[in-house]
């Protein structure tokens, strides 16, 4: 399992070290990194690492599926690795299948390498799939506005500090006015970041960096700090105004650098934790558990 952090954690340091963000490609077009066997989107750390390949395609697949399907991995092409975190009770390459909350058992970890479909030779039949269709998208701020004010069981927002926070206590995000910040993509991305924060009230996602108050350095506060990061740089992707963003995303995510190099999960935790809280914030929480596409 440490080889597993060791080899996932290293490709996202290359990125940070390089001043690169791994997360560089909006995710609405061409769209989210979904495995072409199944149709299911990846989640949570593959996401980050999907995005940071240099495809046009967001359809991805495993040597033996491409197989299956009478295709094949052109001959020299490098795969990516992408971690399947599973239960004992079943297992699948592409990291995508729910499990029942009620048959956890202890939980393996493990890599697989795939490829993009542009890496790839695929019967003809399957082009109608392949071909992109970019979405209909909403002018990028107002998807941004629309994202706060439909955000399930929100957090008070006022604007009366010259500080962004948000305050468990109060259960209360405090914003800068706009007119303070520069750029409209800025306040979002600040808005975001605050926002991702308060899902880990008790009465939302209940993490612990946020319910006990972590101090400043502890592992805690780096993992949650990350989180919201993550999840601020995901949505403000989502929106389609992460161009405009990563520059100041990728400077706050490098400053943990040291961090990262001292525990190898914590880019993991932070992405696991990241996936949920965009879950909560967009309303798309399901039954599948973030754990199988981890």
């Known amino acids: 399992m440490s080889h597993a952090y060791d080899v996932i954690t290293q490709q996202m340091l290359t990125h940070l070290e390089a001043g690169t963000a791994p997360w560089r490609q909006p995710w609405r077009s061409p769209g989210v990194p979904k495995n072409l066997f199944t149709q299911r989107p990846y989640r949570g750390m593959n996401v980050w690492l999907l995005v940071s390949r240099p495809y046009a395609s967001p359809f991805w697949l495993t040597y033996r599926q491409a197989d299956s399907i009478g295709g094949w991995v052109r001959k020299g092409e490098k795969g990516t690795t992408v971690l399947f975190w599973r239960f004992a009770e079943e297992e699948t390459e592409d990291g995508t299948r ?31 799939t392949l071909a992109l269709q970019p979405p209909a998208t909403p002018e ?13 069981h929100p957090p008070r927002i ?13 259960d209360l995000v405090n914003l800068p006015p706009r007119v303070l910040f520069p750029e409209p993509a800025e306040f979002f991305a600040t808005a975001y970041h605050e926002l991702v924060h308060a899902t880990g009230h008790s009465k939302r996602l209940a993490r ?6 972590a101090p400043f350095a ?43 190099y001292q525990d190898k999960t914590l880019f993991w935790q932070a992405a696991r934790q990241a996936q949920r ?16 596409a981890a």
């Open 98 to 128: 729910p499990v029942s909350r009620s048959h956890r058992r202890a939980p393996l970890l493990r890599t697989y390498t795939v490829f993009n479909v542009e890496q790839c030779e695929l019967p003809a039949s399957l082009r109608a």
């Open 140 to 152: 990028p701020l107002l998807q941004c506005e629309r994202i706060i004010r439909e955000m399930p």
């Open 158 to 170: 006022v604007h009366e500090a010259r500080t962004a926070f948000y305050a468990p206590q109060q």
């Open 208 to 213: 612990p960096g946020v319910m006990d108050l």
């Open 218 to 260: 502890s592992h805690a506060y780096s993992l949650e700090e990350l989180t919201a990061e993550l999840g601020a740089a995901y949505l403000c992707g989502y929106c389609g105004i992460a161009p405009l963003t990563l520059e100041n995303s990728v400077a706050y995510i490098a400053s943990w650098l040291e961090r990262l």
């Open 277 to 292: 809280a965009v879950d909560f914030i967009l309303g798309t929480t399901n039954t599948v558990q973030d754990e199988t």
